[in-house]
Structures are given as C-alpha cells and as structure tokens.
C-alpha cells in the first residue's frame, strides 16, 4: 500500500468539504495512518481532549438510520448551540453565499422546501461516505479552550485525508443527535459531541465535485503591526 503523502501546499489546496463520496471503503490501515496524524495535534497543556469514535458498515448505518428518524420526528439534541440567527454582519452574508452556491450547483431553489430538506437530510446520510469520526469531548470550564483543541485535532485529520487522497467534511449537524449518537455507541454521558467528520473517497463525478468556496483577502483577516 502507497503511504506517499502530497507536499503541504498541494494538500492545502486540495482540501475542501466534498458532499459527495464514493462507497469504496479505506482500509483499516489507511484509518489508522490519518489517526496516527490527527494524534500529534497540539493541544491546552496536551490535554489531547478528543475522545473519536469511527464509524462504519452497520454502526454508521443505525446512526443514519436514527438520525433520519429523529429529523422526520423533530428531535433534536444537540450538546451546543447553532443557530444562524446568531450571526450578524459579514459572518451572516458569507453563510448565505456558501448555501446560495451550494444548493445552486444542485439546482434547489429557495423555494423548493422539499429538495432544500432532502439535501440537508444528507448530512445525516454522511453524504455517501464510507466511514465517519465522531468528536467526543470532556467539559471543562466554558469549554472554549476544549473546543479549539477538538477543531485542531479536526484540522490535522482533514488535512491527513487530504494529503493521502482521501477526502472529508466536518459537519456540526452529525452533533445535533448527540443522545442517540452517545446511546448508539455507548458514550458516558459526560463526553459531548461536538461534530462530525464524513470521510472516504470524494465522488469525482457529483456536481458539486468542482465547487470551492471563495475566501476573503488576507488583508480583511489580519493586521500586521511593526
Ligand atoms: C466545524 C465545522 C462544521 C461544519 N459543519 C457542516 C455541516 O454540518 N454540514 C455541511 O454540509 N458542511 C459543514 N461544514 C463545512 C463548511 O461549510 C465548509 O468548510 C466551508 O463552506 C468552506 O468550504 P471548504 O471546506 O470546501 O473549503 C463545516 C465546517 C466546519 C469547519
């Protein structure tokens, strides 16, 4: 088995959220080199708070299976809050415009309430993917600094399947079934789920495949001071 890896640059650009995967499966092997990478991620005095249950084959489909039911049921049980209407200003607008080009790509209009649900039920069918991580973590404190652990640790993992060919997106709605998540796989209640992680083989044929979302300019992000 080939364990080349792309140069860091190429692994940047190559990143994106893929919602489309192929079924073929990665190897056991293959799970274990991106893990071995996600492990060396830095953390708050190396408290190494991720806590990452893999999924696939029948446990990925009873979780799909639970979450769909919860979504047709109105359940939700989310660990932390997300809400768009927390937004303002610039945030909200790119939210917009990231949604507007994704379901434009599909061809769903607005007001086709019906496609618009069945794309975003796809989340919960891990996109098509093969296999996905499910980021556990301990509580302390407001959780601030525990979270910014789990998005390293979910940064390095992506940038893993990236660098190897494989492809991933984190999504914070495999964390808005957390009870059933935590019932499924047997989690201790005091482990929250902050997202998700669909990953595997990116569908080069879906129509999505070619869609990135733009970035703004480093000079709206940064100020460099002398
Ligand atoms: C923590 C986190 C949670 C996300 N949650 C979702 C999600 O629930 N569903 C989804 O389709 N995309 C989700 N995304 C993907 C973002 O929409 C995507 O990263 C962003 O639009 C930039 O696109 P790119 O990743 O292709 O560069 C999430 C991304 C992050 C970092």
């Not at 249950?53 to 299976?65: N, P």
């Not at 939700?76 to 997300?82: A, C, H, I, L, M």
């Not at 301990?138 to 399947?161: C, E, K």
Request: charge should be negative; hydrophobic fraction near 35%; charged fraction near 20%.
């Amino acid at each position: 088995m080939s364990t080349t890896t792309l140069a860091f640059d190429e692994t940047i650009r190559n990143r994106f959220s893929p919602r489309a995967f192929l079924p073929e499966p990665l190897t056991e092997e293959q799970i274990r080199q991106v893990l071995t990478d996600a492990q060396s991620s830095p953390s708050n005095c190396n408290n190494q708070p991720w806590h990452v249950h893999i999924v696939s084959g029948k446990t990925k489909d009873a979780l799909e299976k639970a979450m769909v039911r919860n979504h047709s049921e109105g359940i939700v049980t989310p660990d932390f809050t997300f809400d768009y209407a927390d937004f303002y200003g610039d945030y909200f607008d790119r939210s917009q415009e990231q949604a507007r080009i994704y379901y434009e790509t599909l061809g769903v209009t607005r007001e086709d309430k019906i496609k618009r649900d069945e794309v975003y039920i796809r989340n919960f069918k891990f996109y098509g993917a093969p296999h996905a991580a499910f980021l556990f973590m301990p509580s302390f404190g407001d959780n601030i600094r525990v979270a910014s652990d789990m998005g390293m640790y979910g940064q390095t993992f992506l940038l893993s399947l990236a660098a190897r060919g494989y492809a991933g997106i984190p999504q914070t709605l495999l964390g808005f079934h957390a009870d059933t998540v935590r019932e499924i796989l047997g989690v201790s209640e005091q482990y929250r789920l902050l997202f998700g992680i669909s990953f595997g083989y990116a569908d080069p044929n879906a129509p999505t495949h070619h869609v990135r979302m733009g970035r703004i300019s480093i000079d709206e992000s940064v100020t460099i001071h002398s």
